[in-house]
């Protein structure tokens, strides 16, 4: 951490707020998750706020995220040395300041402007990884510049076009890359009835495909596709269509004028939706990826334990216990539920990722007990951006460690080692 100490950060937190208060000045975003998305949701346009909160069906899944958590209390632990406090954590041979990783979330021009490049700032300031989307708003060597030498690893969404595969996993490693997060449970998007209400897809409007837009492979098949005229308008345009256009051409590369004259923003989404994503994808094919990267891969998406018995058996670096956010199924168990059986089946051969439902510090200490080693935060901070641009994410972030290095102290752990099994009970 560049600005504070690690072993005073919940002290620290807490006393500059109060200070503040006493000159009537309050947290520049809310500390209570709720009241942040709340003034998130204010900030936010309808559309934006549907992309970002939505989830799969009745929300029952990301409902239980949330709730899971109140299932499972800590066990404080007192007479103990807490003095300082050590929230530090080596990944895949690089020393981390936390446990705490930035989740990659697409589209995120949806919540501010800046996208990932104000999240690259919050995740710089604290000396957190920052895990970059392949549906970014923003290059990856863009958000990789922009770190300046901290963490950053890469999302890989796994298309139907090896070539594209393969040029995105090299890119990620030529751009400084720790890591490859290759995502499971997103080959086809799931049933998101806030979206569908609104009959808004982002990426059918030109947003969230600057990898793709500016990547060689996807640039040349655009090409061909739009030599071919396969995407010439069919119906009497409508107002809906024409903001469309004006969307795809805004974030197309190039200049907007030449770009409502061009086929090319047109062919650039409808080759897109053509080849996002691969459905047929099975256990055989990741030794794919590894014959083309040196970098540590991580299987995100890991619910089951056979699951994750294969994953280490195919000899992947690390696995991520998620159920996206509840975003793709309807009814699925907690992924924090997941997680203990996950982790007794990995039984410490690689590192576990936890993502879902997580919005406390108390949450990351009951992740870490239950077995994950580090823990990836994802509407949090994107609601401290929407509210407040890079200093929001940076300061929604900050909230979450303060409480987690306070939480450590009061339950008796001066390390994260000293967070086990038995620091929660289930209730």
């Known amino acids: 951490m560049k600005s504070e100490r690690r072993d005073g950060l919940g002290r620290q937190a807490q006393s500059r707020i109060f200070r503040d208060g006493t000159y009537g000045r309050r947290p520049l975003v809310p500390v209570d998750p709720d009241l942040l998305e709340r003034k998130a949701k204010r900030a936010m346009s309808r559309r934006a706020y549907a992309y970002v909160a939505g989830s799969a069906g009745m929300e029952r899944t990301a409902d239980a995220n949330r709730r899971a958590f109140g299932d499972y209390r800590i066990v404080p632990r007192v007479l103990r040395d807490v003095e300082d406090r050590d929230l530090s954590v080596e990944l895949f041979g690089r020393r981390l300041d936390s446990p705490l990783l930035f989740s990659p979330v697409g589209v995120l021009e949806l919540a501010h402007r800046d996208a990932d490049l104000a999240v690259a700032d919050a995740a710089r300031e604290l000396g957190m990884p920052m895990v970059i989307s392949t549906q970014a708003s923003t290059t990856l060597e863009d958000c990789a510049s922009r770190l300046d030498g901290s963490p950053a690893w890469f999302q890989l969404y796994w298309s139907n076009n ?37 009959g808004s897809l982002p990426f059918a409007r030109g947003e969230g495909l600057a990898q793709y837009t500016s990547d060689p492979v996807f640039t040349r098949l655009v090409e061909e596709r739009a030599a071919r005229g396969d995407d010439a308008p069919k119906r009497r345009p409508t107002l809906a269509a024409i903001r469309s256009l004006l969307s795809m051409s805004r974030k197309h590369p190039g200049g907007f ?27 055989d094919e990741l030794s794919f990826v590894r014959e083309r990267t040196k970098l540590p891969i991580i299987l995100k998406g890991i619910m089951d334990t056979e699951d994750a018995h294969r994953a280490v058996d195919c000899g992947v670096d690390g696995i991520q216990v998620s159920n996206h956010g509840g975003r793709q199924i309807d009814g699925s168990f907690a992924a924090i539920d997941a997680l203990p059986e996950v982790a007794a089946a990995v039984d410490g051969r690689v590192p576990i990722i936890f993502d879902s439902g997580v919005r406390t510090g108390s949450d990351v200490f009951t992740a870490l007990a239950l077995g994950a080693k580090a823990v990836a935060i994802g509407r949090p901070y ?3 951006m929407a ?41």
């Open 387 to 427: 509210v407040a641009g890079a200093e929001g994410a940076t300061e929604a972030m900050r909230n979450i460690l303060a409480e987690l290095d306070l939480t450590m102290g009061l339950a008796g752990c001066a390390t994260l080692a000293d967070i086990t099994s038995r620091s929660i009970r289930r209730c």
């Open 382 to 384: 994107v609601y401290g």
């Open 257 to 283: 004028w030449n770009n409502l004259r061009s086929p090319l923003p047109r062919a650039a989404v409808e080759t897109f939706l053509e080849v996002f994503s691969r459905s047929s994808l099975t256990w």
């Open 162 to 198: 090896d070539d594209l595969v393969t040029s995105l996993v090299q890119r990620a490693e030529t751009s400084g890359c720790d890591a490859i997060v290759i995502t499971l449970d997103t080959h086809m998007i799931g049933w998101r009835p806030r979206d569908l209400d609104l």
